[in-house]
Structure formats: structure tokens, C-alpha cells
């Protein structure tokens, strides 16, 4: 078993972490976030989402955090767009406002497809198709995301052949990197590897990453499972924030700073300073008035105050 010898880490927390928010959050205390974890390293951001601000009232805030970020060099920033009206919102600013990546999100659940999206898995991928050619004329990199890849809210668990069609829809399309979500967290790694697998018949190692939420704190486990097949991208979330308003109870992704305290451990580069990047974590749990949910944090901070 040969471990990856350096990780790429996207961190979700400002888009998957504050769509989840029950309190507003301004779009100054977004943009300061991002900020602060480029600053802490992070190579890539995925900083909002162009949906429906019915459907995600946290995230109507959109195009004014993409304006209010100041963009570093070597840093790439994703949006979430689920058909061309968010496309269309999303490049509707000057081309240096527009993201690097967008992402496209379907599930490998049909009743979690209709709960979160409003339509089935086929019609989903009718709807991505556009969004899809049309990101890449523009020269967007084009990042799809599979939810429920191994256990739905509402249908229980999923078979990894679900997830395998998806990724095969996914890939014919055009879409060119693909995220393994465990929306709900209920993986363990068996599970997880196998739906890993399911997604490698379609695509090449180097377009997978894995996306563990930590309800059952499963997420850490899962994620070394994956580095051991030789997955190196992971999104993560700073403070572990993160959740989804259509899959209740699960709670966030898996910390960012736990995933880099465990890849310094290993040896494993990230380029992300964990001392900065416990401070971006506490930036935004203070805002939010609660304590980082990440034990590396916790206990880093422990110490620091002696
Ligand atoms: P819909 O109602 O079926 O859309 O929603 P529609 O095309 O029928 O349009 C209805 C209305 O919505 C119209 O407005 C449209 O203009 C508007 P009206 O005429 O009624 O005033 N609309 C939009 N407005 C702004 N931006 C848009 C947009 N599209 C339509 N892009 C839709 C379909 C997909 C829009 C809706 O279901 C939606 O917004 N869903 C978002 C759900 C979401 O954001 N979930 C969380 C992110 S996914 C996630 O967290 C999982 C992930 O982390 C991986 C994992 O952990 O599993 C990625
Ligand atoms: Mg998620």
C-alpha cells in the first residue's frame, strides 16, 4: 500500500457549511473567511452556490461574495450551479469575478435527487448537460458532486452500482472531476471503498475526491480508507461546519483542520499551515457564537491558552 505523498484539500466550509447556517450570515463575514483560508494555504475554495434563494435563502448572497473576494494567484475558487440560470448568474459579472470550477450535483438516490434538486437523476443530467458544454466553452473546469453514495436519508442504503451509473452519467456529459459524497455520513470504509470502486470504472484517480460528512464520525476513517486507494482531493470544512437543508440530522463535513492534523502526522503535504487555518476556524465559530467542531482545533487551542 503506497499512500499518496501530497493532498489537495477544497474546503467547503464557506458554501456547504453556511448553506446550513439557521442565522444569516453577512457577506462581509463570508468574504473575510475566505480570506483568511487562503491565507492559512487552502489552494482551493468553494465559496458559494447559484441556487434557487427560495430553495437556499443562506446562500442569495452569491454574487456579492464572489465580487467582495480578493482573488489570490494559485488559488481557485468553485461555485455550485445546478442548471444554466445559476450558470448564467454565475459568469454574469466581469470575467475576473467568474469562478474556476463550478459544480454540478446529482445523487446516486432518486428520492434525494427530487429533495434536493426537484427532479430525477435523468432529468438532472438533462439539465447539467448545458451547463456542463457551456462552462467548458468558457473554459470552467467543471467539477460534478454525487450525493447519498452510500446512504440516503430517504431511501436507506444505496447500492455502489447507483453510484456507478451516476458516475458513468456524469463522465458523458463531460464532466471532468468527480466528488464521492457521503451526505449524511453513515459510511463506514468498507462501504466508502466500495463506492470509491464503483467510481473508478468511470473515472481516473486523479478526477476523484471524496466528501465525508462526520454525523456518525465515521469521516476520518473514511478518509484514510481513501487515501489508501490512492485518493488524494478531499473537500473539507474549517470548524467542521457544513450539513445539507435537504438531508436532516446530517451534520458537517469533516473538519478541515482534523484532515490536516492527520496528513501532517502521516508526512503527507497539504501546503496548509494548521496554526492559520485553527484561526480561520475560530474567525467563523465565533461569528457563529459555538466552538470549533474539530478535536484538533479544540485541542490545539486548549494549549495555546495554556
Ligand atoms: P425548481 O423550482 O425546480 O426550478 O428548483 P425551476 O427551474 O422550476 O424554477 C423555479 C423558480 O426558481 C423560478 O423563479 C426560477 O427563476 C428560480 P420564479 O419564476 O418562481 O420566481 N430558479 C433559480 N433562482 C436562482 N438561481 C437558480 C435558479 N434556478 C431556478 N439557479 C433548483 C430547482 C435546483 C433551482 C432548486 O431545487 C434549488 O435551488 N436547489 C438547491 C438545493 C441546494 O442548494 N442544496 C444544497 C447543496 S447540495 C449539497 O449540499 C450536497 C453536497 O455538499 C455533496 C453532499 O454532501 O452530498 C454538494
Ligand atoms: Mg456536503
Redesign the pocket.
Known sequence: MSLPSKVKLVD?GP??GL??EKQMVPAAVKIELVQRLQDAGLKEIEVT????????PQ?ADASEVMHGIRRQSGVRYSV????M???E?AIAAPRAEWPDEI?V?G?ASEAFSQR????SIAESIE?FRPVVEAARANGIYVRG?????VGCPYEGEVAPERVGMLAGLMKGIGVQHI?V???IGVGTPRKVRRAMEATLTHYDINDVSG?F?DTYGQALANTLASLEMGVWQF?TSVAGL??????KG?TG?VASEDVVYLLDGMGIATGIDLDKLIDAGKFISDHLQRKPNSRAATAILAKRAG
Open positions: 467547503v458554501r456547504d448553506q446550513n452556490s447559484f441556487v434557487s434563494p427560495k430553495w437556499v446562500m455550485l450551479t445546478p442548471n440560470k445559476g450558470f448568474a459544480v450535483f445523487a434536493n434538486i426537484n427532479c439539465r458532486a454525487m450525493s447519498c453514495t466528488g459524497a457521503d451526505t466528501h460528512h473537500d457544513g450539513g445539507c437543508p435537504y438531508a446530517a463535513n
